[in-house]
């Protein structure tokens, strides 16, 4: 079988980090043709770093690497140091990278690959908010219905929101560009808080990267370590989100997930409920399917997966 092309759009963050860690240990599966950074959880010139730390600490560093929007498409960028610590990877002491980061803007890097690449081939794999995607489909508008699927970490139905009581953060930082994405056309399978706080890093779970005895299994358990102190505050539970890695094992393992094809709009006016996805899961509208909004995971399996093949970098 040969690998899915995949294009990695991200604001790293540990648990992007882990969702990177995961598409790298599994090349079999994912050919990761690039990854695209975006300001979010840090501005830019952090996420940037924190892709390229990840990658070294993997021992990839030929990972094409490319930094994309610096804000997003109409409001003033928001960022979460409070989840992530002030360099946005905080947790394990790791070198600073010395890979480069490529000359290429990240949106001119995903126009050119989706028009150069068979159409229908490359997923894009957003974990952050959606500016690059978004700019990519207003700059070249023939370039949606050449995309495979996007599947995305964003969004919330029964858990509604994690930084507002409305909204989850990356659609949250920028609705107009998620506006943009859920409604250009393309297959879309969304991983939403949803899902995400099923999928905990328990004190075994942690445990377990840790005993992998590598450099990525330390560097991983202390980082979920680091920022799962703010969800326990929070929400009292006994562990920390892992995010971002639901959309990289969903392409590797699919059936760890489960949920419904359904209609999802972005909330792009309201001050009171800015950025919330209002997904049609009772179908109660007529309004068309456009994305597959993800409502439960196998979490045991998921960390048997994400442990297995973490211990293989
Ligand atoms: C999302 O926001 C960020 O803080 C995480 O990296 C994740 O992508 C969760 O709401
Ligand atoms: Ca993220």
């Not at 992530?84 to 070198?95: C, R, S, W």
């Not at 068979?118 to 700019?135: D, E, H, K």
């Not at 942690?206 to 005993?211: L, S």
């Amino acid at each position: 079988m040969n690998a899915r092309k995949i294009i990695i759009d991200t604001d790293p963050g540990q648990d992007d980090a882990v969702a990177i860690l995961l598409a790298l240990a599994s090349p079999q599966e994912l050919e990761l043709l690039g990854i695209t950074c975006v300001a979010g959880n840090v501005p830019l010139p952090l996420t940037t770093r924190n892709a390229r730390i990840i990658c070294e600490l993997a021992g990839k560093p030929e990972t094409r690497i490319f930094a994309g929007c610096d804000a997003p498409l109409e409001r003033k960028l928001v960022t979460a140091e409070h989840v992530h610590g002030k360099t946005g990877l905080d947790g394990p002491v790791l070198p600073e990278p010395t890979m480069p980061l490529q000359a290429q803007h990240g949106v001119e890097f995903i126009i050119e690959t989706l028009r150069a690449e068979p159409s229908g081939t490359v997923t894009l794999c957003p974990l952050g908010p959606l500016t690059n995607i978004a700019s990519a489909l207003q700059k070249a508008p023939d370039i949606a219905p050449r995309i495979a699927e996007i599947v995305l970490m964003g969004g919330a139905y029964f858990e509604v929101g994690n930084i507002t009581p409305a909204a989850e953060f990356n659609i949250y930082v920028d609705p107009q560009a998620a506006d943009i994405v859920f409604k250009s056309g393309a297959p879309l399978t969304v991983m939403p808080l949803d899902v995400t706080h099923k999928a905990l890093v328990t004190q075994e779970r942690n445990d377990a990267f840790r005993a992998l005895g590598t450099p990525v299994g330390v560097a991983v358990a202390e980082m979920t370590e680091f920022f799962e102190r703010y969800d326990r505050e929070k929400y009292g539970s006994p562990g920390a989100p892992l995010h971002d890695p639901c959309v990289t094992a969903y392409l590797l393992q699919p059936d760890l997930f489960t949920g419904r094809h359904i209609n999802v709009a972005v909330e792009t006016h309201s001050e009171l409920t800015l950025g919330m996805t209002v997904a049609d899961w009772w179908r109660v509208t007529d309004r068309a399917p456009n994305a597959t909004f993800m409502g439960d995971i196998n979490a045991e399996g998921f960390f048997a997966l994400l442990t297995e093949r973490l211990a293989r970098l």
